[in-house]
């Protein structure tokens, strides 16, 4: 049973669009993060929250927000979406104080036209 | 400098051969992570250390804080280690975490 679920799992979306991208955990875990992925590059973290009703700016947030309803969900959010945004997006979760093992989900293919 | 570096950046095997990869840290880490990436993009972990060696069948990494680096060996290559390996260290100052650029095996027949 996956732990760590996204949706959409690919999205096309159009210049100026709205785009939310969602993830679901069962861990029971405090800790969720959003990374986006480019071509030849690692992960590079966007938003991060350390429970619901939290949301952290990670290292590239500009053009990004996130929302963290509940423990098990969180979103991220492009308002007014770029090409520069086209990318893969990866959520994990993690336990969170002194453990810092990530789990993630299956990746979210997005491009913006 | 960027606070993970990985290398090599490729690498390419013959089934059955053994080699190694590493990341080096600028800074102290309190742990890391290795993942693989398969060929749908999905990343797979293979270790957790928080410090240390750690070894699943063909594959061993190692973790030294201290000397601000960390491998991940791979014996015996098999077509299905095809895939780019990443390493995530969590920093010890404030418990963010890095990723290398990962690097890109191919494992051929």
């Known amino acids: 049973e996956a732990a760590v679920t996204q949706s959409p799992r690919n999205k096309v979306a159009v210049t100026g669009g709205k785009v939310t991208l969602s993830c679901n955990q069962t861990?029971?875990?405090?800790?969720m993060y959003w990374y986006r992925q480019d071509t030849g590059h690692g992960l590079r973290l966007i938003h991060y929250s350390y429970g619901a009703g939290s949301t952290e700016k990670g290292d590239i947030p500009d053009g990004y927000k996130a929302s963290r309803p509940s423990q098990e969900n969180f979103s991220l959010i492009l308002e007014l979406a770029t090409p520069s945004q086209t990318s893969v997006y990866f959520c994990a979760s993690g336990a969170g104080t002194g453990v810092a093992e990530q789990f993630f989900g299956p990746g979210t293919r997005l491009t913006v036209l | 400098g960027m606070p993970v570096e990985q290398n090599p950046p490729a690498l390419s095997l013959y089934e059955g051969a053994d080699s190694g990869l590493r990341c080096n840290f600028s800074?102290?880490?309190?742990?890391v992570q290795w993942f693989q990436q398969n060929h749908r993009g999905r990343l797979i972990t293979l270790f957790y250390?928080?410090?240390g060696t750690k070894e699943n069948g063909r594959l061993k990494s190692t973790f030294n804080s201290k000397e601000r680096y960390s491998t991940l060996h791979i014996k015996d290559a098999q077509l299905e280690d095809s895939g780019t390996y990443f390493c995530?260290?969590?920093?010890?100052?404030?418990?963010?975490?890095?990723f290398g650029d990962g690097t890109q095996l191919v494992v051929k027949p």
């Open positions: 861990n029971n875990h405090n800790n």
């Open positions: 250390l928080a410090q």
């Open positions: 995530a260290a969590e920093a010890g100052n404030n418990n963010r975490i890095f």
């Open positions: 800074t102290t880490m309190k742990s």
